[in-house]
Nanobody
């Protein structure tokens, strides 16, 4: 059974940092491109960051570029998202996702497995 478990969310003040974790079971993450998406209340799910299997290809949404860092540890079957200089607009439920594609894309439908999400709330 494939499972992605997101954790690390919480309440933080603007300007603060959080690190999100995505732990996988039932599939070797080394074979998958991984991404983080987020969804704020009343808004569509949006792409945040993605990384290919080796970490050699990384993509960020313009809204988080320079503030967020995606990384992975294939040996531990985990993916991370370090979020710095957080803003109230970053408040959302964050989910990791796994794709069988070689190059990670930004579209929701290109991902095959999803975590349950972790809430990030940034206060002003």
């Amino acid at each position: 059974q494939v499972q992605l478990v997101d954790s690390g969310g919480g309440l933080v003040q603007a300007g603060g940092s959080l690190r999100l974790f995505c732990a996988a079971s039932g599939l070797p993450l080394s074979l998958y491109a991984m991404a983080w998406f987020r969804q704020a209340p009343g808004k569509e799910r949006e792409f945040v960051a993605a990384i290919n299997w080796s970490g050699g290809v990384i993509d960020y949404a313009d809204s988080v570029k320079g503030r967020f860092t995606i990384s992975r540890d294939n040996a531990k079957n985990m993916v991370f998202l370090l979020m710095s200089s957080l803003k109230p607009d970053d408040t959302a439920v964050y989910c990791c996702a796994a794709s069988e594609r070689t190059i990670p894309l930004r579209m929701v439908h290109t991902y095959d497995y999803w975590g349950q999400g972790t809430q990030v709330t940034v206060s002003s």
